[in-house]
């Protein structure tokens, strides 16, 4: 199984700020990494797929990158509505499919 | 708007069972592979089941293996959850998920509002 490992845990920045996401891959999963947003009592929306496209409607401050084991989401300047818990998921190797234990962005 | 609406979650005993069910409206999910993903309350997104558009394939975690049963019917555009001996640790809020960009479980871009699942006594 490979694991996803998120840093930070949480991470306090203020509007406007630039985020930096981590997440790492206990083995190589290619490119075949997602990144989501989840906000309090909400689904998952999904931001990245394959490590660095960005889907359908997501605003182009948001961007992904890496391969293999090294993935970075990035916020380049935070808007009131991106504080959320952000989750990584990789397909490279499954059953099964893992996710990140999460990465919660935090009102400074 | 497309949407996926899950139900039948409630509380269950131990050792008890429950089906839930996700239903599409505006649009026809044939197409695709469908996934069930579950968070437990204030924890992180845990997949459980994925089955092919065909449903000719599934696929279970281990921690479900054996307890829960996924199965689809493209006629009428739902997808089953049978999950048997409900353990406490089954507790969470169960989404099902999309994906319809890659056509398989990499980016699941639809996704359902949940159903909670409580297995306690």
């Known amino acids: 199984e490979i694991v996803l490992t998120q840093s930070p845990a949480a991470l306090s920045l203020s509007p406007g700020e630039r985020a930096t996401l981590s997440c790492r891959a206990s083995?190589?999963?290619?490119?075949?990494l997602a990144w989501y947003q989840q906000k309090p009592g909400q689904a998952p929306r999904l931001l990245i797929y394959?490590?660095?496209n960005r889907a359908t409607g997501i605003p182009a401050r948001f961007s992904g990158s890496g391969s293999g084991t090294d993935f970075t989401l990035t916020i380049s300047s935070l808007e009131p509505e991106d504080f959320a818990v952000y989750f990584c998921?990789?397909?490279?190797?499954?059953?099964?499919?893992?996710f990140g234990q999460g990465t919660r962005l935090e009102i400074k | 708007e497309v949407q996926l609406l899950e139900s039948g979650g409630g509380l269950v005993q131990p050792g008890g069972s429950l089906r839930l069910s996700c239903a599409a409206s505006?649009?026809?999910?044939?197409?695709?592979?469908i996934t069930w993903v579950r968070q437990a309350p204030g924890q992180g997104l845990e997949w459980v089941s994925s089955?092919?558009?065909?449903?000719?394939?599934?696929?279970?975690a281990e921690s479900v293996k054996g307890r829960f049963t996924i199965s689809r019917d493209n006629s009428k555009n739902v997808l089953s959850l049978q999950m048997n001996s409900l353990r406490a640790d089954d507790t969470a809020i169960y989404y099902c998920?999309?994906?319809?960009?890659?056509f398989g479980v990499g980016a699941f871009d639809c996704w359902g509002q949940g159903t909670l699942v409580t297995v306690s006594s």
């Open positions: 998921q990789q397909r490279f190797n499954w059953p099964p499919i893992t």
């Open positions: 083995q190589s999963v290619n490119n075949y």
């Open positions: 394959d490590a660095s």
């Open positions: 505006k649009f026809t999910f044939s197409p695709y592979a």
């Open positions: 089955i092919s558009a065909s449903g000719g394939s599934t696929y279970y």
């Open positions: 998920a999309i994906d319809r960009v890659t």
